[in-house]
Structures are given as C-alpha cells and as structure tokens.
C-alpha cells in the first residue's frame, strides 16, 4: 500500500493539529495503521495504532491528547494532536501492516510493511 501522510505545521504549546494519511493500494480495511515519529538525533519511536477491528494502542506520552481514527471507505486514518508539548517536535510518519498487529509487535517498526514519507510538526514553546 502506498501511504501519503500531511498536515503538519508549527503549533504553539497547548495547540492542536490534525495529520492525515491517505493510502492506496492493497484493501487498507484490513490493516494496521499507525503513526510513527522521529525527533532529531533520535530513534523512530511508536506514537498510536489503529487495528482492522478498531481497537486502538497508544504510547503512554500521548494518551489523552493524541486521537487516532480510520475511515476505511475513504481510506484515510487521522491523527487529532491536542494539548501539544514541545517534546512533540518530530517528523510524524503513518504506516501500514497487513492484518491485525498483536499488542507485542504493534510498537515496533519493523512489524510494518509500508511507510509514508513524513510530515514535520514543530511546536514552539
């Protein structure tokens, strides 16, 4: 599946931005989507996922402020970021696995197969 990530920008702390990746390609309904970051100087680390089923896993350092959802029939998944920190500065990346991730391989990078090209996302304090 070919992934499109956008929506990036430069927030204030305590904003908000939404991210949205678009995917093309193999039946995007029966994958796991998530979104990936990498700040610079620093590893790509797991920020949330979404499974086929909908069941959703998030890092600790974003639940309650960052809220991942899918639209299977426009095959997109959204990112909504509220209550940003500056520790949010990273280049944000959606990506895909075909089929439904088990809770051990749902935050590792190399579970998945697909990559979008990122999206930067600044937040200045």
């Known amino acids: 599946v070919q992934l499109q990530a956008s929506g990036g920008g430069l927030v204030q702390a305590g904003g908000s931005l939404r991210l949205s990746c678009a995917a093309s390609?193999?039946?995007?309904?029966?994958?796991?989507v998530a979104w990936f970051r990498q700040a610079a100087g620093k590893e790509r680390e797991f920020v949330v996922a979404i499974r086929s089923d909908g069941s959703r896993v998030s890092a600790d350092s974003v639940k309650g402020r960052f809220t991942i959802a899918r639209d299977n029939a426009k095959n997109t998944v959204s990112l909504q970021m509220n209550t940003l920190k500056p520790e949010d500065t990273a280049v944000y990346y959606c990506?895909?696995?075909?089929?439904?991730?088990?809770?051990?391989?749902?935050?590792?990078?190399?579970?998945?197969?697909?990559w979008g090209q990122g999206t930067l996302v600044t937040v200045s304090s």
């Open positions: 390609g193999r039946t995007f309904s029966r994958s796991t």
């Open positions: 990506a895909a696995a075909e089929g439904r991730l088990i809770s051990s391989r749902v935050w590792s990078v190399s579970s998945y197969d697909d």
